[in-house]
């Protein structure tokens, strides 16, 4: 079956510092690749997609490219930021019979000025 | 526009208590899921709605739990005889069609607390 792996949590990072969360996957088909971000009070929005091999998705300064020969989506920002700090999911969705989601655990980024 | 809304947002319950969780998805969007999100955990698979059908219903897990969506629109998750394992958060999503490439927007949740 599918399952998403990403690095164990929290991090804490200082403002401006660089910033990697490792997501690896497994999944039957070709799935698309998702981060999504809940930052604290709210619910999960959709941060990046990519949708095949070797696409990079991005947005607001956040970047992971879809790594079919590593299986893998790794989320990078340059420059961190105290907003940025939330809980960040890799996900995945392969199709199938019902276009699922699959997440990983979690990730508690905190970033302090 | 408005999003995907839930209610009740909270929810406390008795041991062997029936319960019935509530999703308003998006206007116009066809495909809606169920998750259950348990603590330090990502959110789960429950149910896929595809208009009023339910498309798979793979992820409940057991039969205690079922989900309607009668008109296409609303959908009501229900839990019979609930347990103290069934305490998480609800998620409802929804996205304009069916695609593994297409976003699903969440709503804000239902925390069920069953005492």
């Known amino acids: 079956g599918d399952s998403v792996t990403q690095m164990e949590g929290p991090v804490t990072l200082s403002e401006e510092a660089f910033l990697t969360i490792n997501c690896t996957y497994t999944a039957t088909g070709y799935p698309s690749l998702f981060w999504y971000v809940q930052y604290p009070g709210e619910g999960l929005q959709l941060l990046l997609k990519?949708?095949?091999?070797?696409d990079k998705g991005s947005n607001k300064g956040f970047e992971a490219t879809y790594r079919k020969e590593t299986t893998s989506f790794h989320l990078e920002k340059g420059s961190v930021q105290v907003s940025d700090s939330a809980v960040y999911f890799c996900a995945l969705s392969s199709g199938g019979s019902n276009y699922k989601l699959t997440f990983g655990k979690g990730t508690l980024l905190t970033v302090n000025p | 526009g408005a999003g995907v809304s839930q209610t009740p947002s909270n929810k406390v319950t008795e041991k062997g208590k029936y319960v019935e969780l509530r999703c308003d998805p998006i206007s116009g969007h066809t495909a809606l899921y169920w998750y259950r999100q348990s603590l330090g955990q990502g959110p789960e698979f429950l149910i896929y709605?595809?208009?009023?059908?339910?498309?798979?219903d793979s992820g409940l897990p057991n039969d205690r739990f079922f989900a309607v969506r009668p008109e296409g629109s609303v959908s009501t998750l229900k839990i019979q005889r609930t347990e103290r394992g069934d305490s998480a958060v609800y998620l409802c999503?929804?996205?304009?069609?069916?695609?593994?490439?297409?976003?699903?927007?969440f709503g804000p949740g239902t925390r069920l607390t069953v005492l």
């Open positions: 999503a929804s996205s304009l069609t069916s695609g593994r490439a297409n976003e699903q927007f």
């Open positions: 709605f595809q208009g009023t059908g339910a498309a798979d």
């Open positions: 990519a949708t095949k091999a070797d």
